[in-house]
């Protein structure tokens, strides 16, 4: 019985998570796939567009990393996400207000500060909830919500109700599943203790932490090399979809609808391979899936350098080539909550999610802009695919930390002392 009601419980979780990180990444990614409108109506250049993303990314980063840590201390990660998931949604509403550049990036600035914690404290919520044999199944999916509902469902919406209406009505539909979700979240999650831990690399549970302890969180070697991969595929994420939709229609000359469509099926494709990687990973390491999964996304931006083709295939090639979103749970939070003590997974992956949102979604958005105007939309597609392709070459110095991995290892290393004792 007390399996059964974990596991209904571990079920909900994952989708309330689910859920609430989509609603992140749509009120965070809806302004890329309206920039086609909003552009004509303020007047705004390319280099404004990577402003505006890399201003959010920097608070988002911030943000991520220290109220994270705010919920590790103080035990109060329930109330942080809760009063984040209202704060971000009320922020869209505003940015459908807005009508200058100084605005918009005043509204997009306190959004970021808010959206930052909700992936950290939610991932590590959920990894601490999740059995072993599950973790990167039930983190992949609850992540993989940015490429359902962030790429796949938005860009569909927000197009859509821009077409039919304009750009601000857009933003005032997209805040209200935010508000639902933090009422959902509010009710139904349970404050984790984190008092018996699945790790086993923690062997003194406590419900506060020390200093020395929050400090040696950050040693192990996978968080720095995780943090530098996470950078990459900020990297391939946020200048992809950045520059993407108007690369279509500027550059390729799709229509808006078309691009919508085009941009929705690289969203469904990060869907999906967004839990199918992790789950991968579950049986075939976190190691080799990372190498492998990294080669084939440097390929999805390529696709739209140099194929020009009918919407069909470009629907189907950019399905099956968006595995990035597939890599970033790995890095991001599955490798670092196996690889630090459990009442430190939040504040380390927001570190590992800061570090990267400052470089990969904050900084390189900007440069890839400022490149966009000079050079050609060219540019950003290919920064995005450089990034992804950088990854797969530091993945080779990852410590395993998949659990069918460890207990592999141990076996076999149990069967060699007896064969020593032999």
């Known amino acids: 019985m007390h399996e059964r009601k974990f596991r209904t419980y571990q079920n909900g979780l994952v989708l309330m998570i689910f859920f609430t990180i989509g609603f992140v990444f749509m009120d965070r990614l809806s302004i890329t796939f309206l920039f086609p409108f909003i552009k004509e109506d303020l007047n705004l250049n390319n280099a404004q567009l ?24 103080s035990g109060k990660r329930k109330k942080i996400l809760v009063l984040s998931t209202v704060v971000f949604s009320l922020c869209s509403i505003f940015t459908g207000v807005v009508s200058s550049c100084i605005l918009l990036l005043f509204v997009r600035s306190i959004m970021g500060l808010f959206e930052g914690p909700v992936l950290p404290l939610g991932q590590a919520i959920l990894s601490y909830e999740s059995s072993p044999d599950r973790r990167g199944f039930n983190m992949g999916l609850a992540q993989s919500a940015v490429g359902l509902i962030g790429a796949a469902l938005t860009p569909i919406v927000v197009t859509k109700i821009s077409g039919t209406s304009n750009w601000h009505v857009a933003f005032y539909v997209v805040a209200i599943p935010g508000l639902l979700m933090a009422f959902l979240l509010w009710k139904y999650l349970k404050e984790p203790s984190f008092v018996s831990l699945h790790s086993t690399n923690d062997q003194t549970p406590k419900k506060r932490t020390s200093f020395s302890d929050y400090a040696n969180g950050f040693k192990h070697r996978n968080v720095g090399l995780s943090l530098i991969m996470f950078a990459l595929f900020n990297t391939w994420l946020f200048v ?60 999805c931006p390529i696709v739209f350098l140099f194929i020009h083709a009918s919407i069909a295939i470009m629907v189907l090639i950019g399905f099956i ?102």
């Open 50 to 73: 990577g402003l505006i993303t890399s201003v959010l990314a920097i608070c988002f980063a911030i943000s991520g990393w220290l109220f994270s840590s705010i919920g590790d201390v």
């Open 240 to 299: 992809f979809t950045a520059f993407a939709p108007t690369y279509l229609v500027e550059a390729d000359h799709y229509s808006a609808g078309d691009m919508g469509i085009i941009m929705a099926a690289v969203g469904l494709g990060s869907f999906f391979w967004g839990f199918l990687v992790p789950m991968i990973s579950d049986k075939l390491g976190r190691k080799p899936t990372l190498i492998i999964f990294s080669f084939i996304a440097c390929l």
């Open 321 to 422: 080539t968006a595995v990035g979103q597939g890599c970033m749970p790995l890095l991001g939070f599955i490798i670092i909550s196996e690889s630090v003590p459990a009442r430190l997974a939040a504040s380390v992956g927001g570190m590992v999610q800061g570090g990267g949102e400052l470089v990969g979604g904050a900084l390189m958005p900007l440069i890839a802009g400022i490149l966009a105007d000079h050079i050609g939309l060219t540019a950003p597609l290919w920064i995005a695919s450089i990034g992804s392709f950088i990854a797969a070459f530091i993945a080779i110095g990852l410590i395993e930390t998949a659990p069918i991995k460890k207990v592999k290892q141990q076996v076999n290393s149990h069967q060699v002392t007896q064969l020593l004792e032999e």
